[in-house]
């Protein structure tokens, strides 16, 4: 292992123990350091991404989960991460058309049938939300999953108001 990948790697495990320890602005930071050092790794920006995340810098975490997207196409957590991003900045059309593009290049992914129906369920299109969510049942999701997509499928029962902007939701390993 080089010294550069060495110091990356420190940096990134000291990251990860600041988001543990919930210290989001200081994991911002040294992952933006080891950018500088590692700059095609698409870890590095989907954790950066993940701590703006959970401090609703939506726009922010829109471009790092774009960036890692981009250097890590295959991987599920990116697209998830994006569409998450969008819909939690009221972009819900566009947080749909992100995860539907990966539903057509990786057909038959649990994710992607599961957060698609979520964000169908925010928007209210009850009917397209219950097709994704039985589709992904059909798919064997964790336990987690097959929690959130049961509850899901419950509430789906229940008429929205119509003020009502639908349910909050986190999906399990974002």
Not at 28 to 50: F, H, K, N, Q, V
Not at 64 to 72: K, N, T, V, Y
Not at 138 to 158: F, G, M, N, V
């Amino acid at each position: 292992m080089s010294n550069v990948s060495q110091k990356a790697k420190a940096l990134f495990d000291q990251a990860c123990q600041q988001m543990s320890e919930g210290e989001l602005d200081k994991a911002i930071e040294t992952l933006s350091t080891c950018m500088d050092i590692a700059p095609y790794e698409a870890g590095l920006y989907r954790g950066r991404a993940t701590a703006h995340f959970e401090m609703q810098n939506w726009k922010a975490a829109q471009s790092d989960f774009q960036r890692a997207m981009d250097l890590e196409p295959g991987d599920v957590e990116n697209w998830v991460g994006l569409a998450m991003s969008l819909a939690m900045d009221k972009q819900m059309v566009a947080g749909i058309q992100v995860i539907e593009a990966y539903w057509r290049t990786y057909p038959r992914c649990v994710r992607t049938e599961m957060v698609v129906g979520l964000l169908y369920r925010r928007m209210g299109v009850s009917h397209k939300a219950k097709d994704y969510l039985l589709d992904a049942l059909q798919r064997h999701p964790t336990p987690d999953e097959k929690t959130l997509i049961q509850s899901q499928l419950a509430d789906l029962q229940k008429p929205l108001a119509a003020s009502d902007e639908g349910p909050e939701f986190d999906v399990p390993g974002s």
